[in-house]
């Protein structure tokens, strides 16, 4: 397999990472994937007493997480290790962090820290509740975002208690959002000269992600429940069972309706009183439920779709992770990115799920060793072999 050609999007971007475990790491990976340097900065084995925390180097996590970096091991703990963290801080773009948001003063790279060696830096900051308030301090985790951020009571089955999503909503978000407060930044940066400071959190970005269902109760004080796998508002539109599995089935207006009878072959549910506009289908919901779990079974899953997509209904299968990717559309998309490893040989990764007509997104390089680009980094500020040793000996590097 040869390797491709990096992306040269961002390539004029360099961006010091002092992410972990994923919501910064997946901010980090958009602007390496679009070419960026992004140097990913972690401790010197043996230094960090969470090490470990973010998996195994070689598991599938940490692959598809840190692919496209270089590595630099340091130990900012150490003033010597600040010291050099500063000097790439000189002529860097952007700094990426996760960390609580006191740990940014105990270690002396503050947004202010950073700004008085580089006044165009950029400092992107993601925490668990945000850089002030009365939570400030508390460690964060995606389930605790997902129950505080409301997604856990509009989730699963009515009456079946809080159900956490089955993706890390708030983590990934999060780190989707902090990519583009940073490009915002960049392109801001262009006419004023100034880097600033991007923050944003998983309790925030998890109350984004409500988005139409936080707007339901900020503007008209409805508190959305649980609907499991049906539409909170729009009926027939879920999960139906047929003779061999799953589909599922989207009929929103009322020409839908009429081409989904039409789909059935069952013109009497169409000019049946219950069920004649959305209004009176969603207040009759469980009755019309009840009609379409008598029919669905009768045929296989290919049939049904087949049919429905000729009468132009809105509808697709239920898959396993497996059969995604077995999909011809997801085929055709080319989001299972081939790349090969030293160790592990040729893999696959999720791409990056946004096309670019000149400069797409691209996997180059597989994620690196810790400290595999130490020498590499350093020697760009200046370090010679014998002070790189001697930092190395000193466990700074």
């Known amino acids: 397999m040869t390797a491709p050609a990096p992306s040269s999007a961002l390539s004029h971007l360099r961006v010091l990472d002092l992410t972990r475990v994923r919501a910064g790491p997946t901010c980090c990976r958009v602007l390496a994937d679009f070419g960026a340097d992004v140097i990913k900065i972690e401790a010197p084995q043996g230094v960090d007493p969470n090490e470990g925390m973010s998996g195994q180097r070689l598991g599938y996590d940490m692959q598809n997480l840190h692919r496209n970096k270089r590595s630099l091991t340091l130990n900012l703990k150490r003033p010597e290790g600040r010291a050099i963290f500063m000097r790439l801080v000189e002529t860097a773009d952007v700094v990426v962090e996760n960390f609580r948001p006191d740990v940014k003063g105990r270690l002396g790279i503050t947004y202010d820290d950073l700004r008085a060696v580089n006044e165009r830096i950029i400092l992107a900051s993601i925490s668990g509740f ?34 956490r999503a089955g993706i890390a909503v708030a983590d990934s978000a999060a780190g989707l959002y902090a990519a583009t407060g940073i490009m915002v930044a960049v392109a801001e940066r262009e006419r004023s000269g100034q880097g600033q400071w991007v923050q944003t959190s998983l309790l925030q970005a998890q109350i984004a992600m409500m988005d139409f269902q936080a707007a339901a109760y900020l503007v008209e004080g409805k508190v959305p429940g649980q609907a499991g796998n049906d539409h909170p508002y729009s009926t ?20 839908q309706w009429a081409a989904f009878c039409r789909a059935l072959n069952r013109p009497d549910l169409l000019g049946h009183p219950d069920y004649a506009v959305q209004d009176l289908r969603f207040r009759n919901r469980a009755k019309l439920k009840a009609e379409l779990a008598a029919i669905f079974p009768s045929r296989t899953s290919a049939e049904w779709l087949s049919d429905l997509e000729a009468h132009g209904v809105p509808a697709g299968p239920v898959y396993r992770v497996d059969e995604v990717f077995a999909d011809p559309q997801v085929e055709h998309l080319g989001i299972a990115v081939p790349v090969r490893h030293p160790e592990l040989g040729d893999i696959r990764l999720v791409g990056q799920p946004i096309d670019l007509s000149r400069t797409p997104a691209s996997i180059a390089a597989p994620t690196p060793d810790p400290g595999a680009h130490t020498d590499e980094v350093l020697a760009q500020i200046g370090l010679d072999a014998q002070a790189v040793a001697d930092l190395r000996a000193a466990q700074v590097v």
């Not at 009365?134 to 699963?156: E, H, K």
């Not at 089955?157 to 809080?162: L, R, T, V, W």
């Not at 879920?238 to 020409?255: M, S």
């Open 236 to 255: 027939p539109m879920g999960v139906v069972r047929t003779q061999d599995g799953y589909i599922n089935i989207g009929v929103a207006g009322e020409g």
């Open 130 to 163: 945000g850089q002030t308030g009365p939570y400030r301090d508390r460690a964060g985790f995606d389930q605790i975002a997902q129950g505080m951020g409301g997604l856990m009571w509009v989730t699963g089955e009515p009456e079946q208690g809080p159900m």
